[in-house]
């Protein structure tokens, strides 16, 4: 199982624990799982975040 599965399943399961029920909670629980997905990719390699923290045409020497 890639890290992005482990990643998804543990905000899935923080989502569920957090809040039970409704509809409230099934957007918690989606949100959570996106990103638990998203830094899953992250540790994977499969996803960079790096061109959103650096500035744009600028080079910080």
């Known amino acids: 199982m890639s890290s992005?599965?482990?990643?998804?399943?543990?905000?899935?399961?923080?989502?569920?624990?957090?809040?039970?029920?409704?509809?409230?909670?099934f957007l918690l629980v989606t949100a959570l799982g996106a990103i638990g997905l998203v830094l899953g990719r992250v540790v994977d390699g499969e996803l960079d975040l790096g061109g959103m923290t650096r500035g744009k045409g600028r080079d910080r020497a």
Request: no cysteine.
């Open 4 to 25: 992005a599965h482990i990643g998804l399943l543990a905000g899935m399961l923080i989502g569920l624990a957090a809040i039970i029920g409704g509809f409230a909670g």
